[in-house]
């Protein structure tokens, strides 16, 4: 058995990821960590694990994660992962940070799209695997200290990378427009994502700066090997969970929908949780949530030569716990898909 430790183990992710791997096999939670008033059981917080999973939360002062894990998972907010990393990986932790700490290369740019002061473990930017099974897999394999991408990152680049890599998109340029739901906010969002401001209601924020627009220029950039640019635009939708994921590149040669769909089957069909819909459908976060999947649509827009890709994850499994899950998986050698296969009931 694989000690394991989550630390923000009461926030949307950090219970998803508990939900996940509550049922593994090969995992034994035996350090789940939060700031809470006093310790108490998982069940009184999280009231969906009552009667299940009753083992006490604890504050981060009050355990020393080193002595009771072998891997940990640090679903916090940004800047605390850059304090607690450092120490994990020196005494032997093996790290999955889920929070956006590791995931920027370049320390300005991560000063500059996080505005929240300077990288305190600036020497450990670049160190981190990003951890995108499907473009990085055999990075992720063995790593020490994987960095969990962000949800918007993570449709846009499943989406847009197979076209990319082609050659055939004019100026290596992607427009993303992306909606999410409210629960990407987290679990204590401000007055911005309270139900009485989002229900009935649609609109786009962070236009230009957004802290995953350079991270889907890093991402796919780095899948295809060459510099590729980003127009995103993300909007906020009256919904829980999912994201849909629409992007749109101008192709350099004429191409059918046919010919499209095929580049993604192609791309796609050995990968457990990457869906290409059959032709003609579009993906719907609906069809996605509680799941590990992102589902992937095509099509073209003959006038004006443009692809459209569409995908949908949901924001809180393949756009977070989910996907830290499998990146644990690689890590440890075991099946990449162990107790993330039928995590979701059948509608």
């Known amino acids: 058995m694989v000690r394991v430790a989550i630390v923000g183990v009461t926030g949307y992710t950090g219970a998803e990821l508990a939900r996940i791997l509550f049922r593994h096999p090969q995992v034994e939670l035996t350090a789940l960590v939060a700031v809470v008033d006093e310790p108490a059981p998982l069940g009184s917080l999280v009231p969906a694990f009552r009667g299940r999973l009753e083992a006490l939360v604890v504050n981060p002062g009050d ?3 080193a002595e009771t894990a072998d891997y940990c998972f640090l679903a916090t907010p940004d800047r605390v992962a850059m304090a607690a990393v450092p120490d994990l990986l020196a005494r032997g932790v093996r790290v999955v940070d889920i929070s956006g700490d590791f995931r920027l290369r370049d320390r300005a740019v991560y000063e500059k799209y996080y505005k929240k002061g300077p990288h305190e473990a600036a020497m450990l930017l670049g160190k981190a695997v990003y951890g995108l099974p499907e473009m990085f897999r055999d990075k992720i394999r063995g790593a020490e200290f994987v960095s969990n991408p962000g949800c918007y990152p993570t449709g846009a680049a499943l989406a847009a990378w197979p076209l990319l890599a082609s050659g055939e998109v004019e100026d290596d340029h992607v427009v993303v427009d ?3 739901g409210a629960s990407g906010a987290g679990r204590f969002p401000g007055n911005a994502f309270i139900f009485a401001e989002t229900n009935e209601t649609l609109f786009a ?24 640019s980003v127009l995103f635009v993300p909007h906020l939708a009256p919904m829980t969970r999912g994201i849909l994921s629409t992007c749109y590149m101008k192709l350099r040669r004429k191409m059918s929908a046919a010919d499209l769909h095929g580049l993604y089957e192609e791309k796609y069909k050995a990968e457990p949780f990457v869906r290409v819909l059959a032709a003609g459908q579009l993906p719907r976060t609906g069809h996605v949530k509680m799941t590990n999947f992102c589902d992937i649509g095509v099509a073209v827009h003959e006038d004006s030569s443009t692809a459209v890709v569409v995908s949908a994850i949901d924001n809180l499994i393949k756009g977070s716990a989910g996907q830290a899950a499998q990146n644990f998986n690689l890590m440890a050698g075991f099946d990449e898909d162990e107790a993330l296969g039928d995590i979701a009931p059948v509608p």
């Open 63 to 65: 355990i020393d994660i």
């Open 178 to 180: 992306a909606k999410t």
């Open 205 to 228: 924020y962070g236009v230009g700066v957004h802290k995953h627009q350079p991270e889907m220029v890093q991402v796919l950039s780095d899948g295809v090997g060459r510099p590729a």
